[in-house]
């Protein structure tokens, strides 16, 4: 540590960089505004490089993401950093709840969730709840609602994705009657409306650029401006956000504000992938089962689940195990699976893993034949990851700016250019 100082690692991030509201703030120049994150774990302390310009650096070796269980250095930058692990034991204590709200699960990783919604929920701090598309983030945002002393107050929900970037200021903060042509009434906005309870900002990484230092200043302030208005009403709201995005690398790449994100992610749940806690399955589908009034059906749900998608990824996660798991409960005779071949559910067409069909080679070049399977292959992994650029990297073994650079050299990547990097 500079200066010889010391640092402990829990289960909130700890972040380093060179923004001043970074955890750990260096004043290296070689170091990125928000260089990497340390976040105890039962496994050890979970390093992530945050898509630093420089790298974070173990050995010789440039680290994107590994566990620290024993001493040694981390290099960003100019500045070197000594992690030193006090004991295994304490690298966190996960408890026994296998739910909380309408959260499911009895993983450690979940647990850990349900630790953090316990402590964070009655605070007045903002949150950011990230993780892929159909984790539950929304249910996080509302385990947090109900957890905090604003329960009986409104919970207002903002895709923020789905808003024009024209509108975008009018949805959230309201506008007067006349203000723009069509506002032929009045309206409050999301924040007016979420007054004494919470505002929950979904997909905030979408938010257009302009809109960023508007909402910084009703965050700072406690207070809206309506378009078309000369005055502030004062509002008392928790803010929750969540995002599939990584907005510490666009805080890097200065397309999201760091103001605003320190601002937002007072404090960060992540939520893990299905396929990082396969264990909590069979809760899953009895939370499925009994929503349906089929408990009967349970055993043989979990079972044809546990032998037919046993290699399968769920890229949908929780959303996608829960909307199967409805499909084959409509169409059960009593047998399990109706007779159904669950294969024709899943994108790709099989539970086994992704199916990459190589096109036909013969009398190709070697050359045209690279780039004709190459072709295939990133085209068949896109669709069965739905252009969730993380989840292909996995499939591939690559880096995701690798995938990057292949898409687009194919003509894959879309216009938006990294849109759907955590779909």
């Not at 893990?272 to 264990?279: F, K, W």
Request: charge should be neutral; aromatic fraction near 4%.
């Amino acid at each position: 540590m500079p200066g010889g100082a010391r640092l402990a690692i829990g289960a909130d991030p700890v972040v380093i960089g060179r923004a001043p509201s970074c955890t750990l703030a260096l004043s290296d120049v070689e170091v990125s505004a928000l260089h990497c994150e340390l976040r105890a774990t039962p496994d050890g302390v979970r390093l992530r490089d945050l898509g630093s310009t420089n790298g974070t650096i173990i050995g010789n070796v440039a680290v994107r993401e590994a566990y620290l269980t024993g001493a040694c250095v981390l290099v960003l930058g100019r500045t070197s950093l000594a992690f030193e692990p006090e004991s295994k034991k304490a690298f966190i204590d996960t408890g026994t709840d296998e739910s909380f709200g309408n959260l499911v699960g009895a993983s450690p990783a979940m647990r850990r969730v349900y630790q953090a919604i316990a402590r964070v929920g009655p605070t007045p701090l903002s949150v950011l709840v990230t993780g892929e598309t159909g984790t539950g983030k929304e249910l996080v945002a509302r385990a947090l609602h109900g957890a905090s002393d604003r329960a009986s107050g409104p919970f207002i929900v903002v895709d923020c994705g789905a808003i024009p970037a024209s509108l975008a200021e009018s949805v959230l903060f309201g506008h007067t009657r006349g203000s723009f042509t069509g506002a032929t009434e009045e309206r409050r906005g999301a924040f007016a409306e979420a007054d004494g309870g919470t505002v929950f900002l979904d997909e905030l990484g979408e938010l257009p650029e302009e809109v960023q230092p508007k909402l910084l200043r009703v965050l700072a302030e406690g207070s809206v401006q309506p378009v078309g208005s000369n005055t502030r009403r004062k509002v008392d709201l928790r803010v929750v956000a969540a995002t599939r995005r990584d907005l510490r690398e666009d805080v890097n790449t200065e397309r999201f504000r760091s103001d605003l994100f320190f601002r937002i992610a007072q404090v960060q749940l992540e939520l893990p992938p299905l396929r990082d806690r396969r264990s909590d399955i069979p809760l899953l589908l009895a939370r499925v089962c009994e929503r349906a009034g089929r408990a009967v059906a349970l055993d043989r749900l979990v079972d044809l689940f546990a032998s037919r998608f046993d290699r399968y990824d769920w890229p949908g996660n929780v959303r996608e195990l829960t909307n199967m798991a409805n499909v084959v409960l409509a169409l059960d005779d009593g047998r399990g699976d109706a007779g159904v071949d669950v294969d024709m559910l899943l994108p790709g067409g099989t539970a086994s893993g992704p199916r990459v069909v190589a096109p036909h080679l013969k009398g190709m070049g070697f050359v045209d034949a690279k780039r004709a399977f190459e072709e295939e292959y990133f085209r068949t992994l896109r669709e069965e990851t739905r252009g969730n650029i993380s989840a292909l990297a996995r499939r591939c073994g690559l880096a995701r700016h690798q995938v990057r650079e292949h898409l687009r050299k194919l003509g894959l990547m879309p216009k938006s250019d990294g849109a759907a990097d955590d779909d």
